[in-house]
């Protein structure tokens, strides 16, 4: 084989395919890993505005029992420092410290809505409850990432007796699936008090899932030097190694008889094996399968092309980061580093997209009716707020700080308001609403601005080619759903319908964040090793 061959082409240079690379060429294997953007990480890692670090994606790692075990068997060392997260609702807040913690969280619910609180002692349950599961379902290191074979007195003591836990566990939570807002609703009809709990969560999220994240509050670490290190770290692994990567280049065409890949560029890769740790939409668009010649496995293709391009990306985000003039210590002891800051106890409740849409969901043209909308929405939001210099100083120059404030945001309604006014007077007026609202947060906030850098969904897109510029891969809201989601069966997550084609990363297994990238690199890593294993030992050429 030539130069231009490799045993495994890996698309896609985020955080599953980071993962994906660094274990095979630590196996061995020649590797090529292409990536559309100059950098890699896709919405992990960090940049630089005018000498601060501001992470891009991830405010932080959450462990999971996954983490720490992947980097550990790569040999790949990560300094984490504290990383406590604070809810606050105007000017009452609490801090996830421990478990005891949801009693703090309880009491504040209780200030907050003093007419429910037998109703929200029925939510703590709840919350309790899929707490305890969260305990069993990462109380060990995952044994995916533990050096085979097992030890006997491992095994004995410590993976059976978590393997029948976890099953009996799983089942559990795999019972509450429906939208949290729905589970919420069965509780209580205060829409403020189920706006309040859920809406910093993408929509339709399944009620396990929202409330494992006051477990998952309590795991939130940073990596000191920013979240790029973890990146960086990776990148240099897979290049010590000898595997290559491509920045900048982007997949056109795959040839899936031939195993060749094409860029946009004009060069030609083949491969015995690929992962598409990327968007799916683009992975079927760039097989092309409607030219194939007519066979059982074309129409599998087509059909699962056409079930996908109908399907809905997850909400995403629009953060403005914003560069003060003021000390990390002036902001310590009103927000701490990390805070999910809602400034209305009312919540999102009363407000709707629908409320800009006609009765066939089209949107209006009236840019005052929308941007009316839009400042009633930013006004009654949850904004998640993270100061990385108030976990480490280096961060930032001396006497500044950054501060990374996101929201979540529709990807239609920012692409409608683009085409009718421009991207850069969204930005500016989202801007201008976020910084007014926070001047009740952080007092004088906006006399202490010295720059604003915004990111919308459409800049999302326009970095990773996600799907409507999807933060975390397909909508819970989508029926059917289009990826695994059963925990159970998280390593069929990886198949395609084309053998030599792997998948892997948020498109491929939802919920989905960094754990679940990391976790499903892997399987895919070790999916594709087996199959190129037997290929060895069919002698094939």
């Not at 989601?485 to 491929?508: D, H």
Request: hydrophobic residues 40%; contains cysteine; proline residues 5%.
């Amino acid at each position: 084989m030539g130069e231009n061959h490799f045993d495994v082409i890996i698309v896609g240079a985020g955080m599953a395919g980071l993962t994906s690379a660094a274990y095979l060429t630590k196996s061995g294997y020649k590797v090529l890993l292409i990536e559309k953007h100059q950098k890699n990480g896709g919405l992990l890692g960090s940049f630089m505005i005018d000498g601060h670090q501001v992470d891009q994606g991830a405010r932080g790692i959450i462990d999971s029992g996954i983490f720490a075990p992947m980097m550990k068997q790569l040999g790949i060392e990560v300094e984490f420092l504290p990383n406590p997260v604070r809810l606050a609702i105007g000017d009452r807040s609490v801090d996830f410290r421990d478990k005891s913690s949801i009693d703090d969280y309880g009491k504040l619910l209780k200030e907050t809505y003093p007419g429910n609180k037998a109703e929200i002692d029925s939510i703590l349950l709840e919350i309790r409850k899929v707490m305890g599961y969260m305990d069993v379902l990462y109380g060990i290191e995952n044994p995916l990432f533990m050096s085979k074979p097992y030890d006997y007195e491992y095994m004995l003591k410590t993976l059976l007796p978590w393997t029948v836990k976890f099953v009996y566990n799983i089942r559990k939570a795999m019972k509450l699936l429906e939208p949290i807002n729905d589970h919420l609703r069965r509780i209580t009809s205060n829409e403020s008090l189920v706006q309040i709990i859920t809406q910093h969560f993408f929509e339709s999220t399944p009620t396990f899932f929202a409330m494992s994240y006051f477990s998952l509050y309590l795991d939130y670490q940073y990596p000191k030097g920013s979240t790029q290190v973890v990146v960086d770290k990776l990148e240099s692994l897979i290049l010590e190694n000898h595997g290559v990567i491509l920045n900048g280049r982007e997949v056109v065409h795959i040839d899936a008889e031939k195993r060749r890949v094409t860029l946009k560029e004009g060069n030609e890769y083949s491969y015995d094996q690929m992962i598409w740790a990327a968007d799916s939409n683009l992975l079927y668009r760039c097989l092309d399968a409607e030219r194939w010649p007519e066979s059982q496995l074309k129409n599998e293709v087509m059909r699962k092309q056409e079930f996908l391009s109908t399907k809905k990306g997850a909400d995403s985000v629009l953060t403005v980061y914003v560069i003060t003039d003021q000390s990390p210590e002036s902001y310590k002891d009103i927000s701490g580093p990390h805070v999910f800051y809602t400034p209305s106890p009312e919540g999102l409740s009363g407000i709707s997209l629908s409320d800009l849409k006609d009765s066939q969901g089209r949107f209006t043209y009236d840019l005052d009716m929308i941007y009316g909308w839009v400042r009633a929405f930013v006004r009654q939001n949850t904004f998640e707020i993270s100061i990385p210099s108030l976990r480490d100083p280096s961060l930032s120059p001396p006497g500044e700080t950054a501060l990374i404030v996101s929201l979540l945001f529709d990807y239609q309604l920012a692409k409608h308001i683009a085409a009718l006014d421009s991207h850069e007077n969204l930005k500016r007026r989202v801007t201008e609403m976020v910084i007014a609202e926070l001047d009740g947060y952080f007092p004088d906030l906006s006399d202490h601005v010295v720059k604003t850098v915004v990111t919308t969904p459409l800049t999302i897109e326009g970095k990773t080619n996600n799907t409507q510029g999807s933060l975390t891969g397909w909508s819970f809201a989508n029926d059917p759903f289009p990826a695994e989601y059963r925990f159970l069966k998280v390593s069929s997550s990886v198949l395609t319908p084309i053998g030599s084609i792997k998948q892997a990363g948020q498109w491929a297994f939802n919920p989905a964040g960094v754990p679940v990238a990391i976790l499903t690199g892997k399987l895919a890593a070790d999916a594709v090793e087996k199959d190129l294993k037997k290929k060895n030992r069919r002698g094939e050429a």
